[in-house]
C-alpha cells in the first residue's frame, strides 16, 4: 500500500514539474499603450508566437518611421482598449503553450509558391471547450492590412462573449491575382472545420466576420457556386458584415489591370455581393456609417442599398443597420454611433444557428 501511495505521489511530483517553465525561463510580459512597436516585437511571445505585427508598414521607411510609435499611436480610439488586449490574450495563450499561429497551407505548397507563406490564421481560444466558432476576414488597402486593429479588437471582444475566434491573413495587393484571397479563406475555412476534435471546438454554423474588402470576399465565399461550394468548404451559418465593400466600382478596372494582367477569367473583385445572394444564401448582418467616406466613392448605391435590396429579394434574414456617425475602418466601434454593434451581430448569428 506504502509503495502505491509512493509511486502515485512520485507521478504527481513529475506532471508538476512537467508543467512547470524550463528553469530559469520567465512568462513574456505584457503590454501597454506606451510599449512601442520595436518593444512589442521583440516580445519573447510575439516573436514566439509567429504573430503578424506589420499590419500599418507598407514600406521598409514606414517600418523605420513606426518601430518607435507607441501602441497608442498604432490603434485608433475605435479598437485601441480591445486590440492591445488581443496582445496580451496573444501573450498570456503563447505563455501556456497554446499554438497561436497556423499555416493554412502546406510546408510543399509553400516551397513551390512562397507568397503562400504569409496565409496564417491567429487563434484566440475560447475559455470553455466546445465553444462556437467565428473567423475574422479584415480589411486592407494595398499592403496595409488589419490584423491587429480590426482582426485583433473584434477576437477579443468575441473572446469575451465566450467564442474560440480565427484571425485570417490572407494574400493581398500584387498577390491577390487568379482569386488567391478567395483560396485563402476557402483553405482557412477546411482547415479550421478540420479541427473541431484537436481544439475542442464547435465550428458547424461558424460564422464568418468581414470588415470593407474582407466583406467583400466574404460576401463572395458565402455563394456556393463561386464560394464555398466550389472550393468544397463548409457553408457559414451567418455573415456579420461591416462598411462592407460590396461592389468595387471603377476598382476593377485597376485591379484587372494589376493583378491580373492578361487574365481574362472571373475574378472575385469583379463580382457585386449583390448580384451574387440567392435563396440559400446565409443569413446576413451589416451596417455602415452615414460618414464613411470610402464606400461613396464607389458609388454608395451599389454599396449597402444594393446588397439590402438582393437580400429582400431573395428573402435571406439580414439586419442592416446605418449609424449616423460610423466612419470607415472603426473595427469594433468604440466611441462612435457604432459602438455595440458586436454585441447585437451576435445575438443575430445565434438567433440564426439556434438548433
Same mark, same amino acid.
Given at each position: ?5 509512493? &509511486? ?16 530559469? %525561463? ?12 520595436? +518593444? ?44 492591445? %488586449? ?16 497556423? +499555416? ?21 481560444? %475560447? ?61 482557412? &475555412? ?112 451599389? +454599396? ?52
Amino acid at each position: 500500500m506504502r509503495k502505491t501511495v509512493r &509511486v502515485l505521489l512520485c507521478m504527481v511530483w513529475l506532471m508538476l514539474c512537467a508543467a512547470l517553465p524550463a528553469f530559469g %525561463a520567465e512568462s513574456a510580459p505584457h503590454v501597454t499603450a506606451e510599449t512601442t512597436m520595436a +518593444q512589442l516585437r521583440a516580445n519573447p511571445a510575439i516573436q514566439g508566437s509567429g504573430y503578424y505585427t506589420y499590419c500599418r508598414e507598407m514600406t521598409p521607411l514606414m517600418v523605420e518611421r513606426w518601430k518607435n510609435k507607441t501602441l497608442h499611436d498604432y490603434f485608433g480610439d475605435t479598437d485601441r482598449e480591445s486590440g492591445i %488586449a488581443a496582445l496580451n490574450l496573444i501573450i498570456d495563450n503563447y505563455n501556456k503553450g497554446v499554438k497561436v499561429t497556423y +499555416q493554412v497551407y502546406t510546408p510543399e505548397e509553400i516551397e513551390h509558391n512562397s507568397s503562400l507563406g504569409c496565409v496564417q490564421l491567429f487563434y484566440y481560444p %475560447a475559455e470553455t471547450p466546445n465553444a462556437k466558432t467565428a473567423i475574422v476576414v479584415p480589411g486592407n488597402a494595398l499592403t496595409a492590412t488589419s490584423e491587429m486593429g480590426e482582426g485583433g479588437s473584434t477576437a477579443y471582444e468575441l473572446h469575451n462573449r465566450g467564442y474560440a475566434v480565427f484571425v485570417l491573413r490572407y494574400r493581398t495587393f500584387l498577390d491577390l491575382g487568379n482569386n488567391a484571397p478567395l483560396e485563402d479563406l476557402a483553405r482557412a &475555412v477546411q482547415l479550421v472545420t478540420s479541427l473541431d476534435e484537436e481544439l475542442s471546438i464547435h465550428t458547424q454554423g461558424y460564422v464568418l466576420v468581414g470588415y470593407s474588402s474582407g466583406g467583400q470576399l466574404v460576401g463572395v465565399f458565402a455563394n456556393k457556386e463561386r464560394g464555398y461550394g466550389y472550393y468544397g468548404a463548409a457553408k457559414p451559418g451567418a455573415l456579420l458584415l461591416a462598411y462592407p465593400v460590396v461592389n468595387f466600382s471603377e476598382v476593377k478596372i485597376a485591379y484587372q489591370a494589376l493583378m491580373d494582367t492578361g487574365n481574362y477569367g472571373w475574378h472575385y473583385y469583379c463580382s457585386s455581393v449583390a448580384d451574387l445572394v440567392t435563396d440559400d444564401y446565409p443569413p446576413v448582418f451589416f451596417w455602415y456609417g452615414k460618414d464613411d467616406k470610402v464606400l461613396p466613392w464607389m458609388i454608395n448605391q451599389v +454599396q449597402g442599398p444594393a446588397l439590402q435590396a438582393a437580400l429582400e429579394a431573395h428573402k435571406v434574414p439580414y439586419v442592416m443597420k446605418v449609424f449616423e456617425s460610423a466612419p470607415h475602418s472603426i473595427g469594433v466601434g468604440y466611441t462612435t454611433d457604432a459602438e455595440g454593434w458586436l454585441t447585437d451581430a451576435v445575438a443575430f448569428w445565434e438567433q440564426q444557428t439556434a438548433a
